[in-house]
């Protein structure tokens, strides 16, 4: 085609060549926004499994990207020692000291009416209480003995992995805002990029469209605008991981990268009100796979004080039901106290909150993670299901192309 057919055909066409780089633009701009939804969405699987459907790239592999996040969480920002180190166990003692000793006297009437009702109606109101009050004074001091030693091993007590993972894989929604909420700027960055890069890409559509009129031109140039201009989204949000000058003159640094301080915030923010929680912590240490161990050093912490409190009444309780049931007596008192006493700790919850300080230490950690290790906090969302979205993107992208040449032929 010469010179003058060209501009014969652009000057009778010319809205249909002006349509061409604002259609592609749409074509960048609407493939980045399904590409972006279909991380996300839906939570659970929609369609006929296994191929014929589909679930969000985090949904779906939300064990994966829990344990990935909680890696990242647990080796480079929160050291589960350091921060219950932060805990005075008698200032926690204090803080539920009116919830405890009513459980310790609950405990006592409970066990003593259980096994020797009589007993327990025949005893003097001044032998009642002196019991009573002699195994109240000793539980603040046992309380803290026992947050002490917690707080000393607190390994052996809490898998913090096995909570975060626990948590994050049991509400997918939770999963989704932990990576979605921390990279929204990114997200619109990578719709309005497919915007300019399309229209760019467009002008060179329409050049290639007016030189060969070919019917392939548009379909292919519909892949490449929605592949490249995800690919290249992708890339610019984490790359190049410091700022760099580029042309002499423009200076570029990954978006992600370039947020750190913010980010490190948001996610500060979300981890200390959403994951890491005073009554998460509690779950976990109560039902997480060594809740035993908790159990064990309560249970052996109440039958001492009891031994040690108990002396004023234990020979004539002893005497009229038995050293045997006497020793059935303690365990079940220990039994019982194990619990119901994890069940006042959340009386402590604003000091405990305050003390462990969890979003501050993850702010000022995140703060100083290298570039390499800043970018491992998003880019695991992103790295192994990527190029399902770039293939989501190019497919739209050469429907839409598919769909021009049908309306410029016909």
């Known amino acids: 085609m010469d010179v003058d057919a060209i501009l014969a055909d652009l000057a009778e066409h010319w809205v249909v060549y002006a349509s061409m780089p604002f259609i592609a633009a749409l074509i960048g701009y609407v493939t980045k926004r399904v590409a972006i939804e279909m991380m996300f969405r839906p939570i659970e699987f929609v369609g006929i499994k296994p191929l014929l459907g589909w679930q969000g790239v985090l949904p779906a592999n939300a064990p994966r990207m829990a344990a990935t996040a909680t890696e990242m969480l647990t080796e480079n920002l929160v050291d589960p020692k350091e921060i219950f180190a932060r805990l005075d166990p008698e200032q926690v003692a204090k803080e539920i000291e009116a919830p405890l000793l009513r459980v310790v006297e609950d405990v006592t009437r409970e066990v003593m009416e259980q096994y020797q009702p009589r007993l327990w109606e025949m005893l003097p109101n001044g032998a009642q209480q002196l019991l009573l009050s002699r195994i109240q004074a000793e539980a603040p001091k046992a309380i803290a003995k026992i947050m002490r030693e917690i707080s000393e091993n607190i390994d052996d007590v809490l898998d913090l992995k096995h909570m975060v993972v626990t948590n994050l894989v049991r509400d997918k929604e939770l999963l989704n805002r932990l990576i979605r909420d921390i ?16 229209f760019a890409l467009g002008f060179v559509q329409l050049a290639v469209w007016a030189l060969t009129k070919s019917p392939i031109v548009l379909p292919l140039f519909g892949v490449l605008i929605g592949w490249f201009t995800d690919w290249l989204a992708l890339k610019m949000i984490f790359l190049p991981r410091e700022p760099r000058r580029f042309f002499g003159f423009y200076t570029w640094q990954g978006v992600f990268q370039k947020r750190k301080d913010q ?13 890491i929680t005073i009554p998460n912590i509690l779950e976990g240490v109560l039902n997480g796979p060594k809740s035993d161990r908790l159990f064990e050093i309560i249970t052996r912490e109440v039958r001492r004080t009891i031994d040690t409190q108990a002396s004023v009444v234990k020979p004539f309780v002893a005497v009229a039901v038995g050293s045997r049931n006497f020793q059935e007596m303690k365990r079940t008192a220990a039994r019982r106290a194990a619990e119901l006493v994890p069940s006042t700790i959340h009386h402590a919850e604003t000091y405990a909150t305050n003390a462990l300080d969890v979003r501050n230490t993850i702010v000022d950690r995140m703060r100083k993670l290298s570039p390499m290790e800043f970018e491992e906090l998003l880019r695991p969302a992103f790295r192994q299901d990527e190029w399902k979205l770039i293939a989501v993107g190019a497919i739209i992208g050469g429907l839409v192309g598919e769909l021009q040449v049908l309306l410029l032929l016909h």
């Open 183 to 198: 990279s929204r700027p990114e997200m619109r960055f990578i719709a309005r990029s497919g915007i300019v890069f399309g």
């Open 263 to 275: 980010v490190a915030a948001d996610y500060g923010d979300m981890i200390a009100s959403e994951i």
